[in-house]
């Protein structure tokens, strides 16, 4: 007997729910590439609005007009050194560096260089020697490549040479005008975080920088071109860098290396005075482009990393002043017992204008450092003239940024930046300059500052002049997508489209509508001749709103649906789902969240009543999720390396695979062949060769000893066999994920260094648990027949035609897999190890520095729990008799498309298809 109405929102879902068919409107295929499609603009969106090149061309150099105090310029730049590893005394109160640390106290100034995120060394070095902070996707283009065409001191310079890593100094090279940018660089395979002592490469730089001078006395073309003006010096001290990543800050190799470092200073200096007779027209730099965390890595903005020293001495610098009493918010001054030298702390793009300064040349022209005057030994009048000469060529900028942006908004919508109008530009430099000619120094210096200041803001409002209008085009964009993705799913998993189908006319109103409104933005967009990319931007709304707009009937027939629920129930519902949303949003800042629904997830069986049903099943379930719950609460991986804990998870997964086999081999589903077996045993040779691996070649790192050659095969051989492995398991529900497990944790252990290593292992164990109380909870809401396990095959679930009716149930499922995702992503707080980079986790691999093969390990390290998450998915779905191809895809096409889509794909790959090796075919006598 049929009900006439629906009593709740649960009954609700039971009476609409159908079979799976495709969307009348478009195809399946169609269906999913318009979303992959939709999706990539919105994801290639976030780096045109947001990370776009600050930079712009076509500004005149500026220059100080009076003679600079210095010829040439000495730019020693100490990768990865921190402010506090420099200053801080050691315990028997002698300093870290005694030559840096007499220079301070006697012959120069000192102060923190204050880096931004990212920090990392091209980002760095951009900074120091341009002057301006290039957007954060610029680090992602290379180190040696240039993804943007910038000035630099050195391009404005007679003449610079250059000594050190061949990762940082080609791409200042390569963007010069001329040839007057000399690098000399070591091989790459020096940079090695497994040598003896990367202390060498510093040793390298001092060595050849002598001989170089040493050989120019017998270059008589060279020995002029040194003795000219506007010189720059160019020493990149790579190991103390290098020595961090590999032993850690507090290390006795990275505070031997500041030492070494001390005494090759002090070596050049000396050699430098020597060479061209104390001339006091050198002046000099040592400095540092990020610093380093305690665990040695670097990328983001804790202030071990942000803090970096900055020493200046020579012609032209300031000599030590001594005051009574400082303010400043730290208390480094106390500790570093520097109470009585007065600290001038500068942004790191300050450099670049201090060094122009120094030698007269012009400031580099995308330059948005402030001239620091408190570093200049020189005339009132000359620190007027340079800080006028800051302030205009920062305007330039500014005027340059302002007339594009003008030039591509209507007259009518232009809406300037009102503090830098173009009267008010000319009020400012008549003022400045009426006040150097009256010999108000002080009143002009602070006039630039504040015009300067001002430049800035307005670079900034007409960089970002376009963000809220693109923003809300693509908000506008997501949020019709999202609409028309629910509809869809309403449409064709509920008898609303019965009601819709009474009606076939379909109005042409509304298209010609939509059509109107696109031709309207495009000839607004054609005017402004705005860039191609606001056109898909803006144009996007359009049809995404006219395909909802279509599907009107299905929200007029879903409202008078739900007037018909009970408001206790629906709010229940609302609420339930806010809070999970909610849950999910800050699980991205706060790692502990994640414990917090776990939590709750363990005592999901008893809410719902079902551990009745299935109290050991439910036990294991309860302890799996409290287990997991603990790894968001361990410190962020890499800060705390613990191989004992890699060998245990190893030992661990080793003894798992001996239970698992004897238990395969007593149930329904054993091993059919040998060549099963065959593949098991070798996985699990893989497994204790992984671990042997990890355990030896932290030991030959520790011992100075290099990564071993065969410990390098191991590892790339395990990687490349692991994804090949599984699809020659057999394809039985238990057999192939195992498989899929033990192949995958034997790369993820020779990735590992701590307590990350046991968490695919729990992972996993909570993954296969999962399936099993999905079978519970089918039993439970009486919507099915259990599905056999033990015998259930991947290979033949592909071919179902019949399956289940959606169920309220079914958004509770796929919220734990959002869920579980999460976990997979920050459970260890994995983003931190790509973040700021720690090379420690590919030593296994490789010990030489390659930024890219690095990086592309760490990714597939955060990816591993993502394949084992996504393959438990599949299974979930296909032993609950849904399709993988129908509720899966609408919720990856409304949420995590692009990377979620092909992590679907690859489950689907992994868990159903079988490579069959070709095998000898017996012959039977009869």
Not at 175 to 181: C, E, K, L, R
Not at 724 to 732: D, E, H, I, R
Not at 833 to 855: H, I, K, R
Not at 859 to 871: A, E, R
């Amino acid at each position: 007997m049929e009900t006439s109405h629906c009593p709740g929102l649960l009954s609700l879902l039971q009476c609409w729910a159908l079979p799976w068919w495709p969307p009348v409107t478009m195809g399946v295929p169609v269906f999913i590439l318009a979303g992959l499609l939709v999706h990539f603009v919105f994801l290639a969106s976030i780096f045109d609005i947001y990370f776009s090149s600050p930079l712009v061309h076509g500004m005149t150099p500026q220059q100080t007009p009076l003679p600079p105090p210095a010829k040439r310029l000495v730019l020693f730049v100490a990768d990865g050194l921190r402010a506090d590893s420099l200053f801080e005394l050691n315990s028997n109160n002698t300093p870290q560096a005694p030559y840096l640390r007499a220079i301070l106290e006697n012959n120069g100034s000192w102060g923190i260089s204050h880096t931004r995120v990212p920090t990392e060394s091209r980002p760095g070095h951009v900074a120091l020697i341009a002057g301006f902070y290039e957007d954060v996707s610029a680090v992602a283009k290379g180190w040696k490549e240039n993804p943007v065409e910038f000035d630099s001191v050195f391009n404005e310079s007679k003449h610079t040479w250059s000594w050190g890593s061949p990762d940082i100094l080609p791409m200042f090279a390569k963007g010069a005008t001329g040839d007057h940018v000399y690098t000399f660089c070591y091989t790459a395979e020096s940079e090695d975080f497994g040598a003896q002592d990367a202390a060498e490469l510093d040793t390298w730089v001092f060595d050849h920088v002598k001989s170089f001078f040493n050989s120019s006395r017998s270059n008589q073309t060279l020995f002029s071109a040194l003795n000219e003006e506007k010189v720059v010096l160019f020493l990149h001290l790579l190991g103390i860098d290098t020595n961090g990543h590999a032993h850690r800050p507090y290390s006795k190799e990275y505070k031997e290396n500041i030492r070494k470092v001390d005494e090759g200073v002090e070596e050049i200096v000396s050699m430098l005075e020597s060479f061209y007779g104390n001339d006091g027209k050198t002046a000099y730099i040592l400095t540092s482009d990020h610093g380093m965390t305690d665990w040695g890595s670097h990328g983001a903005g804790h202030p071990s990393e942000t803090l970096t020293p900055l020493i200046a001495w020579g012609a032209g610098v300031n000599y030590p002043q001594e005051v009574t009493s400082q303010l400043f918010e730290d208390n480094f001054l106390k500790e570093w017992k520097l109470e009585n030298l007065k600290r001038m702390d500068v942004n790191q793009a300050d450099i670049a204008p201090l060094m122009a300064s120094l030698i007269g040349v012009p400031f580099p022209l995308n330059s948005v450092g402030t001239l620091p005057l408190e570093y200049l030994n020189n005339s009132d009048h000359f620190k007027a003239e340079s800080m006028f000469t800051n302030a205009v060529q920062v305007l330039e900028q500014f005027k340059v940024k302002m007339s594009q942006k003008k030039r591509t908004t209507l007259s009518f919508l232009f809406t300037p930046f009102k503090p830098l109008s173009d009267s008010e530009q000319i009020n400012f430099l008549k003022k400045a300059r009426l006040y150097i000619q009256q010999q108000k120094y002080s009143e002009a210096v602070s006039l630039c500052k504040t015009l300067i200041n001002l430049a800035l803001k307005g670079l900034s409002y007409y960089h970002t002049y376009d963000r809220l209008f693109l923003g809300l085009s693509i908000a506008v964009s997501f949020v019709g997508w999202t609409t028309y993705v629910i509809l869809v799913i309403i449409k064709t998993h509920t008898n609303l489209i019965k009601a819709a189908q009474i009606n076939n006319k379909e109005s042409t109103g509304p298209l010609y509508s939509f059509m109107f409104a696109g031709m309207i933005i495009a000839f607004f967009l054609l005017i402004q001749a705005s860039p191609w990319t606001y056109y898909v931007y803006c144009l996007l709304p359009v049809p995404i709103w006219y395909a909802v707009v279509r599907e009107l009937h299905v929200i007029q027939d879903l409202a008078a649906n739900l007037w018909s629920l009970p408001v206790g129930h629906s709010v229940g519902f609302l609420l339930i789902c806010i809070l999970g949303i909610e849950l999910l949003v800050f699980s991205f800042f706060y790692r502990s969240t994640l414990t917090v629904g776990l939590l709750v997830f363990a005592g999901w069986p008893v809410i719902t009543q079902m551990w009745v049903q299935a109290k050991r099943t439910t036990l294991i379930w309860t302890l799996l999720c409290v287990f997991l719950a603990v790894f968001p609460l361990m410190p962020v991986v890499g800060r705390e390396p613990n191989i004992p804990l890699v060998i245990v998870a190893g030992l661990t997964t080793l003894l798992i695979s001996c239970f698992s086999l004897a238990s395969f081999s007593r149930s329904e589903n054993k091993y059919r062949g040998k060549e099963d077996l065959k593949v098991y045993f070798y996985q699990m040779f893989s497994i204790a060769l992984s671990t042997y691996v990890v355990s030896s070649t932290h030991n030959s790192l520790k011992n100075k000893q290099g990564l071993p050659v065969f410990n390098q095969i191991v590892s790339w051989m395990t990687l490349a066999s692991s994804s090949a492995l599984p699809l020659l398991s057999p394809t039985l529900l238990f057999q192939r994920l195992f498989s899929i497990l033990l192949s995958l944790m034997a790369t993820y252990l020779l990735l590992s260094t701590g307590y990350e290593a046991l968490f695919p292992l729990v992972l996993s164990g909570l993954m296969l648990v999962w399936i099993q109380m999905e079978q519970e909870a089918l039993q439970h809401y009486g919507l099915s027949l259990r599905s056999k396990l033990a015998v259930f095959n991947f290979a033949y679930a592909t071919d179902i035609t019949q399956f289940r009716q959606l169920h309220l149930d079914d958004i509770r499922r796929s919220f734990f897999f959002v869920f579980f995702i999460v976990t997979a992503f920050f459970g260890t707080g994995n983003i931190a190890s790509v973040n700021s980079f720690d090379p420690a986790s590919v030593y296994c691999f490789l010990t030489v520095f390659s930024p890219f093969m690095m990086g592309g390990l760490l990714l597939l390290k955060v990816v591993i729990p993502f394949v084992l998450v996504s393959c438990a998915f599949e299974a979930v779905q296909v032993t609950t008799q849904l399709s993988s191809k129908s509720i899966s895809h609408y919720v990856l096409v409304m949420s995590l498309t692009i990377f979620m889509m092909l992590m679907n794909g690859l489950a689907q790959l992994l868990t159903t298809k079988r490579l069959e090796l070709s095998r000898r075919t017996k012959h039977h006598s009869m």
